[in-house]
């Protein structure tokens, strides 16, 4: 299922800021609440913890905790800082005391993410280990470009993705992988629609150039104009159907902030205070924007999906 059980993790950045200017630091300032906790649960019992801490109206640490019987022991936090159009988050982890474990880094052109780099900390040096560029047509997210490192930080072209729009709509994701020096279409998402509101993702592949099968798919559930409930279907051979493999649930308070999201055992309590905060700069990438799931910004299209292909713990939902 694309939607991955909630649990804890920077996924990265932010598709729309109020920043004007290049040399300005990416902001959100659309907000009037901004999140300052979210807790797992398994089964009714708490399990993992993450504290958010701002300075003025910018995020500058989240800190992730697992509980040990009644006691919260802190387990990794990031610390983030910023240099114009650059943020940089730095990964510690406590075995027993802080040490680094690698970097991202960011970068802003506008309102827009153009790159992403991640940096593992290899014998006390930081290498890159992947990245990221994301391309537009104007404002309009079109695709990415993957780079992976099988050498001491040499970065490799290694995957690419394409967006397919029908008058202004998004109707596919196409990606691709490089094979023997050439592209080869491994995935394709399709999207539909119903009264303007994304309805459902089926998610095709196929192995080099053998035949695409339909392996996935999400059906979403409305409540007004907030997504009240995704089910994930996976293709059953024998039977010749799809097959329900799962179901989330998302709840909202009175002002439409997400407080609440239900993965058959597992429960995430999103908590809130008040004034501007910028934490969706490290929660989103370009290519999550394209899917409409539930965030907690009032106000805003439901435009989130993530992928957890970065996973110090999981992922979450954010807006």
Do not use: H
Not at 245 to 254: I, P, Q, S
């Amino acid at each position: 299922m694309k939607t991955t059980k909630l649990v804890f993790a920077f996924i990265t950045l932010a598709f729309l800021f109020s920043c004007n200017d290049d040399n300005e630091e990416p902001n959100d300032s659309n907000t009037n609440y901004r999140i300052s906790e979210i807790i797992e649960l398994d089964q009714g019992i708490e399990k993992y913890k993450s504290t958010f801490t701002y300075t003025g109206e910018k995020l500058t640490l989240m800190t992730e905790s697992y509980k040990n019987g009644n006691i919260w022991e802190e387990r990794r936090k990031y610390e983030v800082s910023y240099n114009g159009s650059t943020v940089t988050v730095l990964n510690y982890e406590k075995d027993p005391d802080w040490e680094l474990d690698g970097k991202r880094e960011f970068i802003f052109n506008n309102d827009l993410m153009t790159q992403e780099t991640y940096y593992s900390n290899s014998q006390g040096s930081l290498i890159a280990s992947y990245k990221y560029n994301y391309l537009y047509n104007g404002t309009t997210f079109t695709g990415y470009e993957e780079y992976e490192s099988y050498s001491s930080g040499n970065l490799e072209l290694e995957y690419k993705g394409e967006c397919v729009y029908s008058n202004n709509i998004l109707t596919e994701l196409n990606e691709f992988q490089m094979n023997d020096g050439e592209w080869q279409l491994y995935s394709i998402e399709a999207f539909t629609y119903s009264n303007n509101k994304l309805k459902e993702i089926i998610s095709s592949y196929r192995f080099f150039t053998g035949a695409f099968y339909e392996d996935d798919k999400d059906v979403y559930t409305y409540n007004g104009d907030l997504v009240s409930a995704i089910d994930d279907y996976d293709w059953d051979e024998d039977s010749d159907t799809w097959i329900l493999d799962d179901t989330v649930t998302f709840l909202y308070n009175d002002l439409d902030y997400l407080i609440e999201v239900n993965d058959y055992n597992d429960k995430t309590i999103l908590n809130y205070e008040e004034g501007k905060g910028n934490a969706k700069l490290l929660m989103e990438t370009p290519e999550n924007l394209l899917y409409q799931e539930p965030t907690f910004n009032k106000g805003s299209k439901q435009e989130v999906k993530f992928l957890s292909r970065i996973k110090p713990l999981n992922s979450i939902l954010f807006k």
